[in-house]
């Protein structure tokens, strides 16, 4: 099973559970980037998540806005990216750029 069939899988579980669940997916990286298009993080309502679309504080912001996706049912494209100089500050230690495209799973 690889990693994307058991985010994929737990987000069902999830789901049938009644759980409310958001799903994130990694859609376009410029340059270095610690994922790669495609990769995903699965949230329940009550913040559990598994799967990964970066690290670092990049995470922490998808959870929440997955959170707040979950609630609203509203769609978000999220979009960051930093200087060399911030990299390290905020987590994103390659520099790069990426943007997430979170939805609610109905």
Known sequence: ??????ILSEAALWHR????VALATVVTTWGSSPRPVGSKLAVDDQG????????G???GAVVESALDTIRTG????????VTDEQAWDVGLACGGKVQIFVERLS
Not at 17 to 20: E, P, V
Not at 74 to 81: A, V
């Open 17 to 20: 559970a009644g759980r409310g």
């Open 1 to 6: 099973m690889s990693d994307t069939d058991q």
């Open 48 to 55: 559990r998540f598994i799967g990964s679309v970066s690290g």
């Open 57 to 59: 504080c990049v995470e």
């Open 74 to 81: 509203t769609p978000k494209l999220l979009d960051f990216g």
